[in-house]
């Protein structure tokens, strides 16, 4: 089956530093990348999409200044939570759509990471 | 306002006999809905999904069942086993072609008992 990976899968920062969380397609390539964030006992809410090559669509209330998203590849999206603060504290997880299929039904997840910001 | 609902946070049943989670939604926009099992610090895991121009659909052990005048889907685990224990999602989406983002309810922690 297609494999999501993400890395790191637990990071703890400092606040105000910046930290990078990459989100690879291993076996496929993927148009769309989607990046959730999930709170404890909560649900899983999408931040943004992701588009391959284009700029992201943010949530309404997601600022994208703060969460710097960047779809390099087909293979390979990227979410740089900058001037981390302790609210930012969070599980991360992201999902890919393979390239060739257009339903959510073949959105895929990423393991997730857990982010501590101290 | 939450678009997505499973009212029940969690539910005890017990090993071999049939579990049920339910999920209501609000948004009439919504025409596909899914349902994910997710373990902790684990992403979701896809089990099975659901058009809206269907009312049922069947896979093995897991089976969805839609009602679109209610705006109400369930999930049916039978028979079900001690792995099935985890936490289940019902999410929902709106195709315009492409892929899509989905809304999630909270979950329903599913705990089978031996």
């Known amino acids: 089956g297609a494999v999501v990976s993400q890395h790191p899968s637990w990071v703890i920062c400092k606040s105000g530093t910046s930290v990078k969380i990459e989100c690879r397609s291993l076996?496929?390539?993927?148009?769309?990348m989607f990046w959730y964030r999930q709170f404890p006992k909560q649900s899983l809410m999408l931040m943004a999409t992701?588009?391959?090559?284009?700029?992201?669509?943010?949530e309404q209330g997601v600022e994208k200044d703060k969460f710097l998203i960047n779809h390099a590849s087909l293979t390979l999206s990227t979410l740089t939570v900058t001037s981390a603060h302790p609210e930012d504290s969070s599980f991360y997880i992201c999902?890919?759509?393979?390239?060739?299929?257009?339903?959510?039904?073949?959105?895929?997840f990423g393991p997730g990471t857990r982010l501590t910001v101290l | 306002d939450q678009q997505v609902k499973q009212n029940s946070p969690s539910l005890s049943v017990q090993e071999g006999r049939i579990s049920i989670l339910n999920c209501d939604y609000t948004?009439?926009?919504?025409?596909?809905f899914l349902w994910y099992k997710k373990y902790p610090a684990e992403g979701p895991t896809f089990l099975i999904s659901?058009?809206?121009?269907?009312d049922k659909n069947e896979d093995g052990r897991f089976t969805v069942f839609l009602n679109k005048s209610a705006k109400h889907l369930s999930l049916h685990i039978v028979p079900s086993q001690p792995g099935d224990s985890a936490v289940y999602f019902c999410?929902?989406?709106?195709?315009?072609?492409?892929?899509?983002?989905?809304?999630f309810g909270k979950g329903t922690h599913l705990i089978i008992q031996p």
């Open positions: 999902s890919a759509a393979p390239r060739d299929r257009g339903r959510t039904d073949t959105q895929y």
């Open positions: 076996d496929f390539q993927a148009t769309t």
């Open positions: 992701s588009n391959e090559g284009s700029k992201a669509t943010y």
């Open positions: 948004n009439s926009m919504f025409d596909y």
């Open positions: 659901i058009s809206s121009i269907k």
């Open positions: 999410a929902a989406a709106y195709s315009g072609g492409g892929a899509d983002g989905l809304t």
